[in-house]
């Protein structure tokens, strides 16, 4: 196990996975680490807009088509989506992109696609991606309502399944004015689910977040 390299899971689609990964990889860097992310799976009709933006925080040192060996148009489970394109699903290039760049770049940030149990072949989920690659998580969870359900579920799959959990992000993905919900969730979050809250990122500026859960992370 890469001691400071990370698997970047979600407690669901659109929780923020790739905003939260860039403000980790630009800290890194910022700090004078090689550090590098990658988008194993990308499924989306925006195209591989993740994988192009984690290109340009590493200048462009990597094609795309390492940080991003799998893209298929459709925004739907890579599994479902394989199947309408008629694709088949080459783990063998996203284990070896991985091992590519592992010795190439630590930290290395390895952003899942959608929630642990997010299908990618028959009877292969994202959870069972992150224990071959053997990366401890990074958890990323909305900061409001419904996040302690959907954050218990998803810390609970992953020590089933053995996983270690480096910690969770709480990511305020509204900006709205923030309720009893999202300020109990904060203590609450880590409390119950016994996980290490590494932090809090706000809507928009999100450097101070950054830099904070980057100093917890390379302890």
Known sequence: MNPHSFFVAGTDTGVGKTHV?????????????????????????????????????????????VLNPIYLRHPLAPLVAAKLERRRMDLHRVFANYHLLATNYQPLLVEGAGGLLVPIRRN????????????????????????????????????????????????????????????????????LCGVPLLGVVPHGNGTAAARQICRLLLR
């Open 21 to 65: 990964t860039a403000l980790l990889l630009t800290e890194f860097r910022r700090r004078g680490l090689r550090a590098g992310a990658m988008k194993p799976i990308a499924c989306g009709s925006g195209g591989r807009c993740d994988a192009e933006q984690y290109a340009a925080l590493m200048n462009h040192e990597q094609p795309l088509d």
């Open 124 to 191: 292969y989920s994202v959870a069972d991606l992150a224990r071959a690659l053997n990366l401890p998580l990074i958890i990323v969870a909305r900061l409001g309502l419904g996040t302690i359900n959907h954050t218990l579920l998803t810390v609970r799959q992953a020590q089933a399944m053995g996983l270690k959990i480096a910690g969770i992000i709480l990511n305020d993905i509204t900006g709205s004015q923030r309720g009893l919900a999202e300020k109990t969730n904060i203590k609450a979050v880590p409390e």
